[in-house]
């Protein structure tokens, strides 16, 4: 039976239930596929083969568990563009036939997978279906032998829970007793369980468990002289550690991942893979500040290291403590929440595009005259202002406090950056991601939604769409690592690409008369910028991407200076949402028309 003959077949609950007696189990959802097609195919019902073609196409896709809008992906993509099922496939009926067959499905691998289907596609008031996929995805085994398979659904089934403000502790309990009774003899298996709870939320005394088995078990490698679990097996502890910001145990396995490295570059035949377990134990050793070097004769297994490779950059900051304000965000939280809930799609997006009236550029200079009159002796010195690397990146002068309320604005730019960077983080935590949550927790947002929406807008050059599509979907995905290197660049472009028509010169020759494009930090500081950016629209993007002092996102990603966390963190998911409020608002789309 082929899928044309019967694509109009009745689906019939009776059918489901003798093909589901036919079909072999399996312990992962997509190899059922496979069964229900070949069922289909050699059926010679037309209902009966429309229903299994269903179910195949069903169980087929792969599934991206921390993905909260494209959960499930094709199972194959071809060359010429075809490809296996995917969820916007799926047709009214379809999911109707979906919602027939739940209470009926036997097998809980299918349940969960149609259960999630239900809930991804409907979100809103389909509370139930998600709270049977998670019931169904806790019923994978965690045995050494399936961890592959069940620590995808078992991570989906925490993500699901923490998406409807469900408990996950009859989800995390189970994993956390596996956990506890794991040893070296179980290879990577403990690090495939605890990659589960990467995204739940732990107590500390959780978090604790964890890094003490983890811990254990790198010490039962190492003691058996196979140092590469054992490294990998402390950076994880590590990084669980951070969580605990636990200094004396982060230095502690900081200095079990370097002497790790090191004796496995010693028990290495290969030269070039010696020296980057060198420069790897180099690097770890270095991240432990001197007062607590002489435990363990850190210095001069340093001193041995740099003897085998180049020397490295000197760490800096290694004294200076983060200084953390807490602020009440509650009633905040509850506003970004409250304005985004219960509304049609894209009416929610322009009202998320506009949560808050952004501060202007007055604002924070006045701002800053007064912090100067508050605190003065902060300002009588000059400061030096150094990289998470050790580099020197901005030098400030000191501030006569006389003259401190007539200042310029090059005088007063280096507080004035300070208390942005402030704002924007708190803008972002107390507004933008509450709000973006709440938005993913009602709605879908699908590229074709995005593709509309970027189409109409007369920000962006048709040829540039998809990027554009592409960068802001990502941050739907809370993916701003990915999102701001797609967006940040197509800024760039779109400020050039304004100059060039003003009139104004893009470029420079060089001395063997070749021509080169003007980074964006120079062209924000052209004359005829003004006739394309408001001075508050300037003034923001210069600290977000081009100012040293400021978060300077275009230069360090250009130049791969932006370590991974900085990109995931709530600086880039502003520069994410202003770069939707920049589209939102330059567009002709109608954003009051219902889903």
């Not at 996929?133 to 925490?158: C, F, G, M």
């Not at 995204?199 to 490698?221: C, G, R």
């Not at 935590?429 to 074709?448: M, S």
Request: proline letters at 3%; charged letters at 25%.
């Amino acid at each position: 039976m082929t899928r044309k003959k019967c694509k109009n077949a009745p689906l019939l609950l009776q059918n489901f239930i003798i093909i589901q007696n036919q079909i072999e189990c399996h312990l992962n959802c997509t190899r059922f596929s496979s069964n229900f097609y070949e069922l289909a195919k050699n059926s010679t019902k037309v209902a009966v083969a429309r229903i299994s073609f269903l179910m195949g196409d069903l169980c087929s896709m792969m599934l991206h568990p921390q993905s909260k809008n494209e959960p499930f992906s094709p199972y194959i993509i071809l060359a010429d563009g075809r490809r296996s099922a995917i969820l916007d496939d799926f047709s009214s009926e379809e999911l109707e036939f979906f919602e027939l067959i739940l209470p009926e499905c036997k097998t809980y691998q299918i349940k969960a997978r149609i259960a999630d289907v239900l809930w991804t596609l409907k979100r809103g008031k389909a509370i139930d279906f998600v709270k049977i996929a998670i019931e169904n995805y806790q019923k994978y085994p965690l045995s050494h032998d399936t961890i592959h398979y069940a620590r995808k659904v078992w991570q989906r089934a925490i993500l699901l829970a923490l998406t409807i403000n469900q408990s996950t502790e009859n989800i995390t309990n189970p994993i956390l007793e596996h956990i506890k009774n794991t040893s070296s003899q179980d290879n990577f298996y403990l690090m495939r369980l605890v990659e589960i709870l990467d995204i739940a939320k732990l107590t500390k005394e959780e978090i604790e468990v964890i890094v003490a088995q983890l811990e254990t078990v790198a010490q039962q490698f190492k003691e058996q002289k196979l140092y590469y679990q054992s490294t990998q097996y402390y950076q994880c502890a590590l990084k669980w550690t951070r969580k605990l910001q636990n200094k004396e145990l982060c230095y502690k396995l900081l200095y079990e991942i370097g002497f790790s490295f090191y004796q496995n570059a010693l028990a290495q035949p290969y030269e070039f893979q010696s020296t980057s377990h060198y420069e790897n134990a180099l690097q770890a050793l270095r991240q432990i500040p001197q007062k607590h070097r002489d435990t363990n004769n850190i210095h001069a297994l340093i001193v041995e290291i740099e003897k085998k490779i180049p020397e490295s950059n000197q760490i800096a900051l290694e004294y200076m403590q983060r200084v953390e304000t807490q602020i009440d965000t509650k009633e905040m939280v509850e506003y970004s929440e409250k304005a985004v809930s219960n509304k049609p799609k894209f009416k929610t997006l322009f009202i998320f595009a506009n949560l808050i009236n952004i501060e202007t550029k007055e604002y924070f200079q006045k701002q800053a005259q007064e912090h100067i009159q508050q605190f003065p002796i902060q300002h009588l010195f000059g400061g030096v202002h150094i990289n998470h690397d050790g580099r020197t990146i901005a030098k400030t002068p000191p501030i006569d406090l006389k003259e401190s309320m007539t200042a310029d604005f090059d005088t007063l730019f280096p507080t004035m950056v300070q208390n942005y960077k402030n704002y924007i983080e708190l803008t972002a935590q107390a507004y933008v991601i509450p709000a973006l949550f709440r938005l993913l927790l009602e709605h879908r947002i699908t590229k074709e939604d995005l593709y509309h929406i970027c189409e109409n807008s007369t920000l962006i050059p048709k040829e540039r769409i998809v990027v554009w599509v592409e960068g802001l979907w990502y941050g739907f995905e809370l993916n701003f690592l990915v999102s701001i290197q797609l967006l940040v660049p197509q800024i760039e472009h779109f400020v050039r690409l304004q100059l060039k028509v003003r009139g104004a010169k893009t470029t420079t020759i060089d001395k063997e008369g070749i021509e080169i494009e003007q980074g964006l930090s120079t062209l924000l500081d052209k004359e005829e910028i003004h006739l394309i950016l408001s001075e508050n629209l300037l003034f923001e993007m210069q600290v977000l991407l081009t100012k040293s002092l400021g978060y300077n996102f275009r230069n360090n990603l250009a130049h791969g200076l932006s370590e991974v966390g900085e990109m995931n963190l709530y600086p880039a998911a502003y520069v994410w949402w202003l770069c939707l409020k920049l589209v939102v608002n330059n567009n002709s789309f109608d954003f009051k028309q219902e889903d």
